[in-house]
């Protein structure tokens, strides 16, 4: 195997191992998500809804700490920035959310954490990408 | 910046990832500096200038302005 073959592999590797350790948040993510859309929630509901949360928050922090431990100096740089790209989109979003809260069309509280989700994916993808495409 | 990277890997036959390899990065990251879009930080370019066996002032040299 060519040295630009097996380094791609340990390229690939790498983005296996997000991808199985970011799927678990994802879903993690998913189920807060859904637990906390109930408007009149139920006590044991609200308990389901911070346990998914706090360990949702937690898989991220430990994805991250594990993604950028595997890092050189210019893939750091690539996540720092497709992280900026996510939380540029989740600042946005808030506006937007702001917003539609103000008008009564839809409760801040049901959007935000869509939000937080929805920048967590757009980095996630962006940071593939341009891993992917940057040869 | 621009920089002699390229050349000097080609001239000792190495490939990116030998060299990626001898400075303990990524191939992405030799590959992001011989085509000018990441400048390294310090430590590694005197990582690469250690590895060609010479200063960093022989392998970067600051763009025109």
Known sequence: MSDNARQDKVTRAARRAVLVEGTPVLVLGGAALMLGSTPDASPSQQVGWLVATALFVAAVVWVVYRAFGRADEYQRKVQLESMAVGFAAVLVGLQVAVALDAADVVPLPRLAQSLVVGGIAIWLVVADLRTRLQR | ?65
């Not at chain 2, 190495?14 to 191939?27: F, P």
């Open chain 2, 1 to 65: 910046m621009k920089n002699r990277l390229r050349e000097l890997r080609a001239a000792r036959r190495w490939s990116q990832a030998d060299l990626a390899d001898r400075c303990a990065v990524s191939r992405q990251a030799i590959n992001a500096i011989e085509t000018g879009r990441y400048d390294p930080s310090l430590p590694l370019a005197f990582a690469l200038a250690r590895v060609f066996g010479l200063t960093i002032e022989e392998i970067f040299e600051p763009d025109p302005t």
